[in-house]
C-alpha cells in the first residue's frame, strides 16, 4: 500500500536484516509502494548503476511529487528521472510490476531504515527476478566494457555477484549480453572466478575464503570513505551499523571486530586493525596478481593497453604498474 507522508518507525533495530525491500516502485505508475513484511513484498526487478552527482531522485523528491507538494515537471529534466522512467519500461516489457531502485527507495532521513536498508542490499539483490545494469558511460561497440566506471566502485561488487540473473544494458538501454554469456570477459575485469559469476556466488561462498572476497574490492571507490568497509558486509555475510564521519580505518576495525566474534574466518588470520587489515588485502590482492602474470581472455572489444587499476581495466601491461608494499605490512 502507498503511503504518502513521511514515515518515522520508532526503536528500528538497525542492524535487522531483510530479506527483500519493503518499498518498491510500481513500474506502471511511476510511484512507490510499501509492503508491511518481507511475506508480502511481490517479485521484482532491480537496478544497478552509478550515481551522477546532482542528478539522482532522492526519495523525499519522489514523496513529494506523489504527495503533490512539487510537481513531476522540476525532476523531469534530470538523468536521474529518465533512468528510472527506462528501467521501469525495461522491467514492464520483462513483465515485472515492481522494481526496487536504491536511490528513491532507501529513505536517508531515517538512520535506523537506512542502517537496515545497507545490511539487507545484498539479500535485495539475491532475492530480486532480475538485476539490470545499467552503463550510463558505454555504448556496445564504441568502447571496451571495462572501460564503464561501473567495474570501479564498491558498491557494485555485491550487485554482480548476489543476483540469480544480472543483465548489462548500454547507455541507450541496449541489451549487451547477461552475466552468464559475458563471465570470461566480466571474470577478466573484476578478477573474481569465472564460475562464480556463471553459476552464481551463492554456490561458491563456503570455497571463497574472507581475504579474496574483500580483495575483489580493493581497488574500487566509494563516494564516502566508509562505503569502503560497509560496501562488503553483504559480500561478508555480516552485519555492522554505519556510521559516517567514523573514518575508513575505524570501519574497517569494526568490521575485523565483528569477523572476528563471528564464525565466518573458519581459522583464516585477519588483522584486527584497521590500517592492518585494509594493507594485507592490498599486499594479498596484488601479489595474487603479481604471481598471476598477464591476464588473458581480453574483455569485449578491448584496446592494448588502456584504463588503470582504479578503472576496473588493468590493460596489456598491468602488472608494471604494481609496487608490493613492504613486508613489515603483511
Aim: hydrophobic fraction near 30%.
Amino acid at each position: 500500500m502507498y503511503i504518502a507522508s513521511y514515515i518515522t518507525t520508532p526503536s528500528l533495530n538497525p542492524l535487522q536484516k531483510r530479506t527483500r525491500p519493503r518499498r518498491l516502485i510500481n513500474t506502471c505508475t511511476i510511484e512507490l509502494e510499501e509492503f508491511p513484511s518481507d511475506d508480502s513484498v511481490p517479485p521484482y526487478a532491480i537496478l544497478s548503476h552509478r550515481w551522477e552527482e546532482g542528478q539522482e531522485i532522492s526519495y523525499e523528491k519522489m514523496v513529494k511529487c506523489q504527495s503533490g507538494l512539487t510537481t513531476w515537471q522540476s525532476i523531469r529534466s534530470k538523468s536521474g528521472y529518465k533512468k528510472i522512467i527506462a528501467a521501469c519500461r525495461q522491467a514492464r516489457e520483462d513483465n515485472h510490476t515492481y522494481i526496487w531502485i536504491d536511490t528513491c527507495c532507501i529513505n536517508k532521513g531515517d538512520h535506523g531504515q537506512q542502517s537496515q536498508d545497507i545490511n539487507s542490499m545484498f539479500d535485495y539483490y539475491r532475492n530480486s527476478e532480475v538485476c539490470y545494469v545499467y552503463l550510463y558511460d558505454f555504448y556496445d561497440g564504441a568502447r571496451s566494457l571495462g572501460e564503464s566506471s561501473w567495474f570501479s566502485r564498491g558498491w557494485t561488487l555485491q550487485e554482480l555477484i548476489a543476483p540469480l540473473s544480472v543483465e548489462f544494458f548500454d547507455a541507450k538501454w541496449k541489451r549487451c549480453g547477461d552475466r552468464k554469456t559475458l563471465c570470461s570477459s566480466l571474470s577478466y575485469i573484476t578478477g573474481i572466478g569465472v564460475d562464480i559469476l556463471r553459476f552464481g556466488y551463492g554456490c561458491y561462498t563456503v570455497r571463497v575464503g574472507i581475504a579474496e572476497r574483500m580483495s575483489w574490492a580493493i581497488d574500487r571507490q566509494t563516494t564516502k570513505d566508509e562505503d569502503r568497509a560497509y560496501c562488503l558486509l553483504g559480500v561478508l555475510d555480516v552485519t555492522m551499523e554505519p556510521r559516517y564521519g567514523e573514518g575508513v580505518e575505524s570501519a574497517f576495525e569494526r568490521l575485523s571486530k565483528v569477523l572476528h566474534e563471528s564464525d565466518r574466518l573458519r581459522g583464516e588470520y585477519i588483522p584486527k586493525t584497521g590500517p592492518d587489515l585494509i594493507d594485507r588485502v592490498s599486499y594479498r590482492t596484488r601479489r595474487v596478481r603479481l604471481l598471476e602474470g598477464p591476464r588473458t581472455g581480453n574483455p569485449k572489444n578491448s584496446q592494448e593497453d588502456i584504463g588503470s587499476m582504479s578503472s576496473g581495466y588493468w590493460g596489456k601491461h598491468w602488472w608494471r604498474r604494481l609496487k608490493l608494499p613492504s613486508r613489515s605490512n603483511v
